[in-house]
């Protein structure tokens, strides 16, 4: 049974690109959470969904963020022209029921360069 | 809003010493807590979970305990290995809410 799936490990994107950040929650879990971690500051959340549902969007700049889960395939958090400031670690974590144990995936290191 | 906070925020033990990590929260009306561990340029692993009608829960060396009326928990790791450093991070969620994490500490176990 794999665990939550984050692809790319690594993604380097010059300032102005598009950054799209996937996230496979663990099987059966239908929600799915994304985090964002600085170096040597703890997570900040961003946004929880559920299958074609975004449920909190709080944490997420209401500017050039976005993410989605839809009925087929997995989550993505998508950033649009990126700059320096969103080099950080985004991190998806699953769960089976809503207020549940949380499951994270290993995390996407972005830099923009 | 909830705040959570961490103490210490680094801790330098020998191989072998008891040791106890804090973590506090300001809204003590708490769904559950989660304690997990993180180690360098990785994600994070789930240790335990704590509901908010538990005390106390159990896992191998781990004990994590919950006051809620005082905004606590710990976690206690007994006989420390080299390999528990990392670091340690609680996770509190109000139900309704998302988990709101602490912002760490990071624990070195010398051999």
């Known amino acids: 049974n794999a665990g939550v799936m984050q692809n790319p490990r690594h993604l380097v994107r010059r300032r102005g690109q598009e950054a799209r950040l996937r996230c496979s929650p663990m099987?059966?879990?239908?929600?799915v959470y994304w985090y964002r971690q600085l170096p040597e500051e703890g997570l900040k959340f961003m946004v929880y969904?559920?299958?074609?549902?975004?449920?909190?969007e709080s944490g997420m700049p209401k500017e050039r963020f976005s993410a989605e889960f839809p009925k087929e395939g997995p989550s993505i958090l998508r950033i649009q022209q990126v700059v320096r400031g969103d080099s950080a670690a985004y991190f998806c974590a699953s769960s089976l029921k809503e207020n549940e144990k949380l499951f994270f995936g290993s995390g996407t290191q972005l830099s923009v360069l | 809003k909830q705040e959570v906070t961490q103490i210490p925020a680094a801790l330098s033990v020998p191989e072998g010493e008891n040791l106890v990590l804090n973590c506090s929260f300001t809204?003590?009306?708490?769904?559950?807590l989660q304690w997990f561990r993180q180690d360098p340029g990785k994600g994070l692993t789930s240790l335990l979970l704590?509901?908010?009608?538990?005390r106390e829960q159990t896992s191998g060396r781990l004990n994590a305990s919950l006051d809620k009326s005082s905004g606590r928990s710990t976690l206690y790791i007994a006989a420390s290995q080299p390999g528990d450093s990392a670091t340690y991070l609680c996770a509190v969620n109000n139900y309704g809410q998302n988990f709101v994490f602490g912002p760490g500490t990071r624990l070195s176990v010398l051999p």
């Open positions: 704590i509901q908010s009608s538990q």
């Open positions: 809204d003590s009306a708490i769904y559950n």
């Open positions: 099987k059966g879990h239908s929600h």
């Open positions: 969904l559920q299958k074609e549902n975004i449920i909190d």
